[in-house]
Structure formats: structure tokens, C-alpha cells
């Protein structure tokens, strides 16, 4: 009986010194994911808004370390700060494959815009043919003829970035001039329109 009463405060002790140890081996590991995930140039093209997420967990992280450690001894309970640890690692190392997923839709939307273009862009080009022969069109031929050329050269260089394996740099480039050749084209569309009702 005397050896248990001994005994019992003992552990509780013990566990008590526990808690009020920091999660190191846990901290260190979270950290590891992070710098891991970093590096992934995956992830810092497809997945940059959730690698500061990580990012600011870790900080938060830091936070309840600092907060802890601020305390008494005997005060400092570092469970959350393992939880926090813990999630943090696993947001770090679930990043790689955000990050895959994001590519996947990045190419799959980048090849769709290209699609699109290889359509779009014979059809300006004969649409502003047939304008030419509208007769009392008022339209600024040269300017367009220009803008379809640019187009034509800012296709090549988003077909390039996709065959690159750059998808984010081509869906970009093909979604602009996708906008700027529809834009073209209403212009062109309410020229005729108009010649023809003036007539």
C-alpha cells in the first residue's frame, strides 16, 4: 500500500511532464512536409493557394508553441499544438496530389481552348474576307488584319507552353485570345449588319 501511494503521484508526475513537453518529433515532421511540398514546382504552380494554407497553419502552429512556452512550467499543455502538428503535416503531404489533380484540369481546360481556336480562328479569318466584300463596310481593315496575325502567333506560343507541359501559361494565353478573337469578330459581325441595312 505504501509503495502505490508513492507510486501513483509518480505517474501522475510523469504524465503531467509529458504534456508539458513540446510535440518536437511532430513539429519537425510537419516542417518536413512543408519544405517537401515546397519544392514540388508542381505544387507551386497548381497549388499555391493551398500551400499558403499550409503555410499559415504551420505559423498558427508557432503561435501555440510560443503561447505554451510563455507559461509556468506546470501550466503548458502542448496538446493542441500536437493536434495543430499533426493536421499540418498531413495538409503539407496531401499537397502533391491537389496539386496533380489541379494539372490534370489545367490541361484538360488548356486543350479544350486550343480546340476551340483551331475553329475560331479560320472562321475570323474568313469572316473578315467576306467583310471586304461588303460593299460601303465601315471597318478598319488594317487594325484587324493585325490583331487576327497577333492571334495567330499567341496560338503557336500557347500550343508550345502545352507541349512544354506548361498547361497554367497556356490556358492563360488561349483563354485571352479567345476573348480578344470574339471580341474581333462581333465587331466585324455589326459592321456588315449595319452596311447591309444601310443599303
Not at 515532421?29 to 515546397?38: C, E, N, P, S, Y
Not at 505544387?43 to 499555391?48: D, L, Q, R
Not at 499558403?52 to 512550467?73: C, P, T
Not at 495567330?152 to 506548361?166: L, M, R
Request: hydrophobic share 50%.
Amino acid at each position: 500500500m505504501r509503495f502505490l501511494k508513492v507510486l501513483v503521484p509518480l505517474l501522475v508526475l510523469a504524465a503531467l511532464a509529458a504534456c508539458t513537453k513540446p510535440p518536437e518529433a511532430e513539429v519537425n515532421a510537419a516542417k518536413t512536409a512543408l519544405d517537401a511540398a515546397a519544392q514540388n514546382s508542381d505544387v507551386t504552380a497548381y497549388a499555391s493557394d493551398e500551400l499558403q494554407a499550409a503555410r499559415d497553419r504551420l505559423a498558427q502552429l508557432q503561435a501555440e508553441l510560443d503561447a505554451q512556452a510563455a507559461k509556468g512550467a506546470l501550466s503548458r499543455k502542448y496538446d493542441t499544438a500536437k493536434n495543430m502538428a499533426l493536421e499540418a503535416q498531413a495538409a503539407a503531404e496531401g499537397l502533391a496530389a491537389e496539386a496533380a489533380a489541379a494539372k490534370e484540369q489545367t490541361r484538360a481546360e488548356a486543350m479544350s481552348l486550343l480546340n476551340d481556336l483551331a475553329v475560331s480562328v479560320p472562321e475570323a479569318e474568313q469572316g473578315l474576307a467576306q467583310a471586304r466584300r461588303v460593299r460601303g463596310v465601315s471597318l478598319d481593315f488594317k487594325s484587324l488584319t493585325a490583331s487576327l496575325a497577333q492571334a495567330k502567333t499567341e496560338v503557336a506560343a500557347a500550343e508550345d507552353a502545352y507541349k512544354n507541359g506548361d498547361y497554367a501559361t497556356a490556358r492563360a494565353t488561349a483563354a485571352a485570345v479567345k476573348g480578344s478573337l470574339t471580341q474581333g469578330q462581333q465587331v466585324v459581325a455589326d459592321a456588315v449588319a449595319a452596311a447591309k441595312v444601310s443599303k
